[in-house]
């Protein structure tokens, strides 16, 4: 089974900007690099090298309401989760790209 092929993330809720975000912006924006143990929902765990946005940068550039209490997220494959902002503002939380 293939993926499909992602061009546009959609942003709603509590923000500003609304606008659909292609990959082409999402990776003009200032990016970084960390090593970092991700544990995953699913019980697995790997440390690797992850690449991409802050997503405090991210929520900042979109107008979030900083005071909302959870960011969810909504992927392509229909999976669904949440975090809290906490966990979405801290330096290490990013929108990976790479």
């Known amino acids: 089974m293939s993926m ?15 606008k659909p975000w292609r990959l082409d912006d999402l990776h003009a924006l200032p990016q970084v690099s960390q090593i970092t143990r991700h544990i995953c929902v699913e019980g697995w765990s790997a440390v690797g090298k992850w690449g991409g946005v802050r997503f405090s940068d991210f929520l900042q550039r979109v107008g979030a309401d900083m005071s909302a209490r959870y960011v969810g997220f909504k992927c392509a494959d229909d999976y669904y989760t949440s975090i809290d902002m906490d966990s979405a503002l801290h330096a290490q939380t990013l929108l990976t790209l790479t």
């Open 4 to 18: 499909p092929s992602i061009t546009s993330s959609n942003c709603f809720g509590l923000i500003g900007d609304k």
